[in-house]
DNA sequence: TCGATATAGTTGTAAATACAATTATTGTAT
DNA sequence: ATACAATAATTGTATTTACAACTATATCGA
């Protein structure tokens, strides 16, 4: 009984909504890296949509939104603007069901050029919170995601 | 050189964009609780901004914004919903500029519903991360948002 | 082979997000 | 007093997000 007023510190209860919490950082970290990426036209968003083509492609969109994490209509609709700037290009698979989306020269030339400003976006991250906060939040991140599996939880 | 062959474990960099991992987990951890509040027919955010009022309330739409870390116009369309569904209404403030933002009847009860959802949705994120990792989740980002005051990173 | 099922992707709809521009009001300095 | 600046909120526009429904293709079973 009242286990909270014990000298001995004991695991300790969250307060609050996991969700709202992550809400609230994930919008200023946000406005954090788009503000460098402003300057080049690209959204944080995009310039790791870009990446993930880049470092994967190609290879095709379900994979694709697996791998980060976000379901496979929100993909084609992100995918909209990058296709229309001719960052990246989506050809038919070898399934007649699947396609394939690749990077193009452009693209691979606007990514160079972001991933710059990305870097500078990371560093004053990391200069502001610290670099072992920093390295603490990607840790538990990862952990959660683990454990995490897609509507795992619950059933 | 070659500091990462080093025994000696040093501060660790994180690797990877912050953003992103923040979104990935964002994403998995708001379907969780969508899923629980779907059967009551709210969205998580909604659920965060109907507690907000209650709490908070009434207040000016521009104080609501600011504590719950989102920008002004964000917040007036995110009112939008609970305005229609009559959870919450807005008034004219004291100011001729401001507004007064309450909660409805409807909405304490709604409110009400919604929580208990949210506690199973709370509970069930804790034992699938563990509440000693959510804790500890709570606690970075708490901290993180202490350090990352509006618009004052790198400037 | 042909019908049921499974898989891949897109579209309809709706919400969440924020910057820039706009409107309305208040405060201030001459 | 009146023009100018500051404050509060909303609207225009564009992106991010996802569920549900839909289309198209492929696979499997009898």
């Known amino acids: ?15 609050g909504c996991t969700n709202f919490k992550l ?5 200023r970290v946000t406005q954090h890296y788009d503000a460098e990426l402003a300057a080049i036209g690209l959204k944080t968003s995009q310039y790791s949509l870009l990446s993930h083509v880049l470092k994967l492609g190609p ?5 694709l939104a697996r791998v980060m994490t976000m379901d496979a ?11 229309d700037a001719g ?5 038919p698979g ?20 972001a991933h710059r400003r ?3 976006a990371q560093d004053g991250l990391n200069a502001a919170l610290g670099t072992g906060r920093v390295f603490a939040l990607h840790t538990l991140i990862d952990e959660s995601l683990a454990l995490l599996e897609p509507g795992d939880i619950g059933e």
């Open 1 to 15: 009984m009242h286990a909270r007023r014990s000298p001995q510190t004991g695991p300790q209860l969250p307060r």
């Open 23 to 27: 809400r609230q950082l994930m919008r």
């Open 59 to 63: 290879l095709a969109p379900g994979a």
């Open 73 to 83: 209509s929100t993909l084609t609709r992100n995918l909209k603007p990058l296709l």
């Open 87 to 91: 960052w990246v290009e989506v050809r």
């Open 94 to 113: 070898s399934d007649g069901r699947t396609r394939s989306v690749s990077i193009t020269e452009t693209g691979r030339e606007k990514r160079t050029e």
């Open 118 to 120: 990305w870097r500078v």
